[in-house]
């Protein structure tokens, strides 16, 4: 009964950590696929893509802290 318990909080806490990884990971692919489009109109090679790779980490952050204060807020 108490591996129960346990195992479901371990998949609770894996959720959370599946969901943590994807929220970054889903900002930086679009930040990528942003700057490399930008940059081929745009004919600036490097500098749209560096500056979304950025900024794309940032917001990534950004969702990751939300994500975690409205976790936290619920409890």
């Known amino acids: 009964m108490q591996n129960e318990g346990k195992s479901k909080s371990d998949l ?3 959720s959370f950590a599946y969901r943590i ?3 970054l990971v889903a ?3 679009v930040s990528v696929i942003l700057g490399l489009t930008l940059d081929k109109f745009l004919d600036t090679k490097p500098i749209a893509l560096i500056t979304l790779i950025i900024l794309g980490f940032f917001a990534g952050l950004l969702n990751i802290y939300r994500l975690i204060r409205r976790i936290e807020n619920s409890k």
Do not use: M, Q, R, V
């Open 27 to 29: 900002a930086l692919i």
């Open 21 to 23: 990884s994807s929220e």
């Open 12 to 14: 609770k806490g894996l």
